[in-house]
Every structure is written in structure tokens, then in C-alpha cells.
């Protein structure tokens, strides 16, 4: 893992096309009611792989967990004037982030052929009950790892992030 002075890396897990497009559309994050402690271990500066779960558009048979952009948190997390809310659930903490770049839509690196790999998932069989968060910090080397695959599938912020808007489900 990162020291505490050093920027880490997370992966910024989002399981559903709404809150994601909101995340790419305002460049800024949200964490819901009760992941308080989590979200504070987000500092500015530091790293985000946006990560979308099988979930995300709506149709799990169909699509796959992947790995589709690169960010920086810009700012320190903090409770948000008036919360976000998506379907009934309040987001309450936030922070801004730039995104350097995105995959096209559904397109990315496919978390799951990476797991043997990397150290997040000491136990590879069970993998996916890591994922039941908001963000997954990644050692250094984990995180080195995903970067590689994906830095080749990655295009410019603006050319693509209207693929991920709520009108193109």
C-alpha cells in the first residue's frame, strides 16, 4: 500500500448507470449515508479507477464488471450541502474529481481476468465480496497492473463521456 503522505489509488466502485452518469457528467463523487468512515479514506490528490459493476447498465447477463476511467480527487472529502440522492438513497459526503479519461462505452478492462493478479483479493474464488463498497483502496503494484491495461483503451474526457449519459441506455 501507499504511506500515508503519498497519493494512493482506489477503485471507485459504481453499480448503477444513473449515479454514474452523474459522476462523469459533474466530475465529483458521492458517498452514501453510513460509508462515512470509508469515504475519508479518500484524499485529495489521490488516485481513482473507475470501476462499473455487471450491474451498472441494468443488465448483468449481458454486461461485465469493468474498469472504464482514470480520475483524480481534486478535492478534500466533506459533507455536502444538500445531498445527492438517486432512487430513494442519500449520498451525504463528497469530493470533486478530474477525469484524465474514459473508455468508450462498455468497453474496459474486465476486472475478473485480473483477479489471480492482484493482492486486493487475497482469496480470488470470493473476489466479489470485496466489492461490496463504495471504494477499494489498491496496493501500489495493483493498481500499476490495471493502469497498464487500461491506459491503452482510454480516450479523451470530452470525446466520450456523452456515450455514458442516461440517454444513451
Not at 449515479?19 to 463523487?29: D, F, K, T, Y
Request: net charge positive.
Amino acid at each position: 500500500m501507499a504511506t500515508s503522505d503519498a497519493p494512493a489509488a482506489h477503485l471507485l466502485i459504481i453499480n448503477a448507470h444513473e449515479p454514474l452518469a452523474w459522476v462523469l457528467e459533474n466530475q465529483r463523487m458521492a458517498f452514501p449515508a453510513g460509508r462515512t468512515q470509508q469515504s475519508l479514506s479518500l484524499r485529495k490528490g489521490d488516485e481513482i479507477l473507475l470501476y462499473t459493476t455487471r450491474g451498472c447498465f441494468g443488465n448483468p447477463t449481458r454486461d461485465l464488471g469493468r474498469v472504464i476511467g482514470l480520475a483524480t480527487i481534486t478535492s478534500e472529502v466533506r459533507t455536502l450541502d444538500t445531498p445527492v440522492v438517486f432512487q430513494e438513497r442519500r449520498f451525504t459526503e463528497g469530493c470533486r474529481l478530474r477525469v484524465h479519461g474514459l473508455t468508450p462505452f462498455r468497453e474496459g478492462v474486465v476486472l475478473r481476468d485480473l483477479v489471480n493478479d492482484l493482492q486486493v483479493f487475497p482469496d480470488p474464488a470470493h473476489w466479489s465480496f470485496r466489492m461490496r463498497r463504495a471504494s477499494l483502496r489498491l496496493p501500489d503494484a495493483d493498481a500499476a497492473l490495471i493502469k497498464r491495461e487500461l491506459q491503452p483503451l482510454l480516450k479523451p474526457y470530452g470525446s466520450v463521456v456523452g456515450d455514458y449519459s442516461l440517454k444513451h441506455r
